[in-house]
């Protein structure tokens, strides 16, 4: 199973600075000791990130279908928030690969 790091009050996965990708770990061991790595260095945010599995992210934050104009017939389709933006009929760059 999938754990994350993750802001309690926006939902948001922890990511590395500098990275794309949301940071996933294979056990909640993982997870719990690259979280106090990370407050080692910043103590300021203890009290925002937790440990979740991906069910207990799903139940916690659902994800919404947003409203987006493809680009190439100009219909608007439902696409999911989280969706990265080189996989959304929305951007350009998903018509340029």
Wanted: aromatic share 10%.
């Amino acid at each position: 199973m999938t754990h994350f790091i993750v802001d309690k009050t926006t939902g948001n996965k922890y990511r590395k600075p500098g990275h794309y990708c949301d940071s996933s770990f294979a056990t909640a061991q993982g997870a719990k000791t690259s979280l106090t790595k990370m407050l080692k260095k910043f103590p300021a945010a203890a009290g925002k990130w937790t440990v979740m599995s991906y069910d207990e992210h799903l139940a916690a934050f659902p994800v919404t279908m947003v409203p987006v104009t493809n680009l190439m017939t100009g219909k608007v389709v439902m696409e999911r928030s989280d969706t990265p933006r080189c996989c959304s009929v929305g951007s350009e760059l998903y018509w340029t690969m």
